[in-house]
């Protein structure tokens, strides 16, 4: 997990934005996975989490 309280990794990974819940809009963290390779280039982007089965998802693609 990431802390940053700057939002300035978050902005640059797309991993903040617009939100909506129940009708309203607000600014929040969308839940993101990236697989980075040893070289720091992200090689899969996983942008609909479910958190059910998310660790298997991500394990079957490695």
């Known amino acids: 997990m990431l802390c940053n ?4 990794m978050l902005i640059a990974y797309k991993a ?5 819940l129940y009708g ?3 600014d929040g963290i969308f839940r993101i996975s990236y697989i980075i390779d040893e070289k720091g280039i992200i090689e899969q982007a996983h ?4 958190t ?8 079957s693609k490695l």
């Open 5 to 8: 309280e700057s939002k300035e």
């Open 16 to 20: 903040w934005g617009k939100k909506k």
């Open 24 to 26: 309203r809009e607000y």
């Open 47 to 50: 942008a609909k989490v479910k």
């Open 52 to 59: 059910k089965t998310h660790a298997i998802d991500v394990l």
